[in-house]
């Protein structure tokens, strides 16, 4: 017989098994009863169970908002043209003033030099030509007249009215901080009512509208006060133009056409100049850079705004959202903001602003709060209350059961489960007011 090297394998496996147990390998192998291993039965779960409980239903609003400064300017060029220049970047702090971005006015600059270079020969000549002058006596009433006018001016002083402007400011700024104060501590107290929240709110808006009131009467005294020295500064002129011309009536020196020529040569430069300021974007305020939508090269649209400037101080929550949504909200509405995933920095906050219109060119979402600690581009977790029902009976939804337009919920009683019709009232992700079909303390068998 031929054997295999499997079959031989196997023939020796089963003498070495038959040697062990001192039987032979057949009958060993054969007479060997089989060994039965249990499974276990899991356990039956449990079913999940929920008890009716009375208190408040809230439906909440949240969305998330960018800790930015209040007040913004957007700045576009007042004509359009190739951008030249950036000279700040998004962060940046600049004052006012400050020349942030230019056009390519190459074309312009290299006019102006020539302008001006035409400007000063106008005025060459005029210094140096000589003339005839209709009358002396004129000259001397002119000049008579010029000194009059000068003494008018200064009779006419708008200081007062710059003094009274400084004076209103430092009140409407103590008044501010009065109502700044009040306002802290009214959120800042977890029993303060929302009335008492919302009256120091209304307080601060109106310290705040007296402080845009008074910056406003101070900038229209310190604009008078620069109305004024430009005043001042041209009645002197005239009494000088006046003077010289008295001068040269009585040595005879005058020329029309280089007067003439030089009030050309000036106008000329005055509107260069002007053509170049309209190419320029300068800083209206002292704050920081918050947006730039144009670089070197950009083709830049006359008005379209280019560069954002926000006022450092104050800071507020501006969200985007949409219009509907929006209109679930009023001004006035206290709610809860924190930083995102920073839930130990939650505090009161209220609704500063919402859009009137669809149309309304800022579509924004104004929540104004009180985080002294957190910096300019956080983004701010805001939960607003819609509506809330207080002291009623509520269950999760996970209690609550549908089939076919039927509500009900499936209660434990001591003779076992049964089916409860039930009628809802508002519901949120977490609640469910419960209207009638059960009492409160009454268990519920989840779905």
Do not use: H
């Not at 023939?11 to 060997?32: K, M, R, V, Y």
């Not at 020349?99 to 001006?116: C, G, H, Y």
């Not at 926000?310 to 930083?339: F, H, K």
């Not at 002294?372 to 009623?392: C, F, H, K």
């Amino acid at each position: 017989m031929t054997y295999t090297r499997r079959t031989f394998v196997v023939l020796l496996f089963g003498s070495l098994l038959a040697a062990c147990t001192g039987q032979p390998g057949a009958e060993s192998a054969q007479n060997i009863p089989p060994t039965s291993t249990p499974i276990p039965t899991p356990p039956a779960l449990a079913p999940t169970t929920y008890t009716v409980q009375r208190g408040d239903v809230t439906n909440q609003y949240e969305f998330q908002g960018r800790w930015l400064p209040r007040d913004q300017n957007a700045l576009g060029f007042e004509t359009g043209g190739t951008v030249r220049r950036v000279l700040v970047r998004r962060g940046d702090t600049v004052t006012a003033g400050q020349l942030l971005a230019d056009l390519d006015i190459t074309d312009l600059e290299e006019s102006l030099a020539s302008a001006q270079l035409q400007l000063d020969a106008a005025q060459a000549a005029a210094a140096d030509e000589s003339g005839s002058v209709n009358s002396i006596v004129d000259a001397e009433l002119a000049l008579a007249n010029a000194n009059l006018s000068l003494e008018s001016t200064r009779n006419n002083s708008p200081w007062q009215q710059s003094q009274n402007a400084r004076l209103g400011l430092e009140t409407a700024q103590r008044q501010l901080e009065q109502a700044q104060r009040a306002y802290d501590d009214a959120i800042s107290r977890p029993d303060s009512p929302a009335s008492s929240v919302d009256q120091a709110y209304q307080g601060l808006l109106a310290a705040q509208e007296g402080m845009r009131s008074a910056q406003i009467s101070l900038g229209s005294a310190g604009q008078a006060w620069a109305n004024y020295q430009v005043q001042l500064e041209q009645a002197e002129n005239a009494v000088r133009d006046a003077e010289i011309r008295l001068e040269r009536a009585r040595t005879g020196a005058n020329s029309t056409e280089d007067a003439q020529a030089l009030q050309t040569a000036q106008l000329r430069v005055d509107q260069i100049q002007a053509d170049i300021a309209r190419s320029s974007l300068y800083a209206p305020i002292d704050g920081v850079v918050l947006e730039i939508a144009i670089q070197p090269g950009d083709q830049a649209t006359a008005y379209k705004p280019a560069i954002t400037v926000g006022r450092l101080q104050p800071l507020e929550a501006i969200a985007n959202v949409t219009y509907t949504d929006a209109q679930m909200m009023g001004v006035g509405l206290v709610g809860v903001c924190s930083v995102l995933n920073q839930p130990e920095t939650a505090v009161q906050c209220i609704v500063r602003r919402v859009p009137l219109t669809p149309n309304d060119a800022d579509q924004t979402v104004r929540v104004a709060a009180t985080l002294p600690d957190v910096p300019s581009g956080q983004i701010i977790q805001i939960a607003m209350p819609l509506e809330t029902r207080t002291n009623v009976l509520w269950l999760p939804p996970t209690a609550i059961r549908t089939f076919q337009n039927r509500i009900f919920v499936v209660l434990q009683t001591s003779e076992g489960q049964r089916r409860a019709d039930i009628q809802i009232g508002l519901q949120t992700d977490e609640r469910v007011e419960i209207l009638s079909g059960v009492n409160a303390g009454d268990v519920v068998v989840g779905t």
